[in-house]
């Protein structure tokens, strides 16, 4: 496995990370213990060194089992942690990042996790109760505490991420960037390219969309957060259809899966882009994994992005009430 630094930070990860989530949260059945350490150590055997988690997921299942999980090789590793929602009950927003509530909860990551320092500390989204600088100075002092090495932040726009990075350096901004969703181009990934700020994208294969196993006439099981997106209406999910039809030409020329092309596409955009592609399922983590040797020319490449300029964008990503949670 290849590796990249994001932005610069100097952390170096694996070209390709894990995004944890899925084991636990948000796509129906989860995997027990068991079954998400298999996962998450055959990952870290394919030489992924980057694991991507939060306090939201579960709640705190997910930091539970990763940290067991990766206890064996911590010491090869790189664990990504989330904090920012309310879990008192006491913000309307669903949103809590004070500086105490900040303090608290990552007190409580690094418990659930068995570490003693998050490599990477993300806010996960951006409370609107609480200027940023407050929230850049406490993660800071964690920083100069030895509990937290490098920030970073969620789904925050443009504005947020230079307030954000004049207090404290931001190592990396958490987005959803795919050939299915590439609204970071327009004003995020300039900005971080100045900045020198790395990108992790999370859903790099459309929530599955890419991958050429979900259409139109795909049914979501109870739990799993697809049925509740605009995008994945049925209707959405025809709109991608012209493109993951030419995934599946180009990957037949490569001897490779649109999930691999899907993902090489999203390698080529920038060395300081780290996706974080998630899997419950063991031949789909060594199939994403995969992706890091395929090769596209610059006449595919093009053809992938003139096939996503067609997709139809202006469908919310998220319901209403998840929307109110994105910083503009």
Known sequence: MNTRTLGRSGLEVSAIGFGCMGLSHGYGQSLDDAGGIEVIRR??????????TA???????????VGKALAPVRDRVVIATKFGFDFDGTSKSGLNSTPDYIRKTVDASLARL???????LYQHRVDPAVPVEEVAGTVKELIEAGKVAHFGLSEAGV?????????????????????WWREPEDEILPTLLELGIGLVPFSPLGRGLLTGTVDSSTSFADGDIRATLPRYSEQGREAGAQLVDLLTVIAMRKDATPAQVALTWLLAQHPSIVPIPGTTKIHRL?????????????????????????????????????QKWIDR
């Not at 990952?43 to 991507?52: I, K, Y």
Request: no cysteine; net charge negative; hydrophobic share 40%.
């Open 159 to 179: 504005k947020t991420i230079r307030r954000a990075h004049t207090v404290q350096p931001v190592t990396a901004l958490q987005s959803e960037y795919s050939l």
């Open 43 to 52: 990952a870290v055997d394919l030489g992924v060194t980057f694991f991507d």
């Open 114 to 120: 068995g570490i003693e320092k998050i490599d990477l």
């Open 55 to 65: 306090q939201v997921y579960g709640p705190f299942v997910n930091e539970e089992l």
């Open 286 to 322: 060594e199939e994403n994994v995969g992706a890091a040797s395929v090769a596209l020319t610059d006449d595919e490449l093009e053809q992938l992005t003139s096939a996503s300029d067609l997709i139809d964008t202006s469908v919310d990503r998220y319901p209403e009430k998840m």
